[in-house]
């Protein structure tokens, strides 16, 4: 693949700044108002996961936040601080947890993971590989054993986000919030639902 320059970037930003003013004027102007999306979608870094995009959803209708992975860790300030955003301020309805198959964090995980911040980082995801050795150890080939891997992540992070301070609060007030697991698959473009929507704390023991 031919090297794209930082140039062709910002050609191509201006092409489409045209080209949304040519067939909405008042785009722009729109966008510079309150945000007030209904959607919180949480997902993997990867590029070839656009969020906006699988979904069919235009800027300012999709809030997202993205890591290595698609982790929610308590820890974390940035995806804590997003996350308290989108729901106390924002009041999205909907936050979705979407992980991918192909993912090169899981794919890490089950292998020889990274030294440093990165490695650091897919602890997380070596926690829910641990607790679910035997189940996917048993799988024959490596690719099923990350597919399995990576559903498994997506409800591990369901199950995290459930737990957070700011979702119990939304629904211990009642505030309209339904929390999801997808994984998308990059051979096909299509999104899979691992669980069904929940619009309340889980048990302490089960599933997801």
């Not at 940035?78 to 794919?107: E, K, P, T």
């Not at 301070?165 to 639902?193: F, S």
Request: aromatic share 8%; glycine share 8%; proline share 6%.
């Amino acid at each position: 693949m031919a090297e794209i320059s930082i140039e062709r970037l910002l050609d191509n930003n201006r092409k489409w700044s045209a080209s949304r003013m040519q067939a909405d004027p008042g785009f722009f102007r729109r966008l510079c108002g309150l945000q007030a999306p209904a959607f919180l979608w949480i997902g993997c870094a990867d590029s070839r996961v656009p969020a906006n995009e699988i979904v069919g959803l235009q800027p300012g209708e999709l809030f997202v936040h993205r890591n290595v992975a698609n982790v929610v860790a308590p820890g974390d300030a940035n995806c804590m601080s997003v996350l308290q955003f989108a729901v106390d301020v924002l009041n999205v309805r909907h936050i979705i947890v979407c992980g991918h198959y192909g993912c090169g964090g899981v794919a890490a995980a089950l292998e020889t993971v990274p030294t440093g911040a990165l490695g650091h980082w897919l602890d997380n995801i070596e926690q829910v590989y641990e607790a679910n050795r035997e189940e996917i150890d048993r799988l024959d080939h490596f690719d099923a054993k990350q597919r399995r891997l990576c559903e498994l992540n997506v409800l591990a992070q369901l199950r995290r986000l459930a737990n957070t301070t700011t979702v119990r609060g939304a629904w211990r007030r009642e505030q309209p919030l339904t929390i999801h697991a997808w994984v998308y698959d990059l051979e096909d473009g299509i999104l899979k639902t691992l669980y069904e929507p929940t619009s309340e704390p889980f048990p302490a023991a089960g599933p997801p």
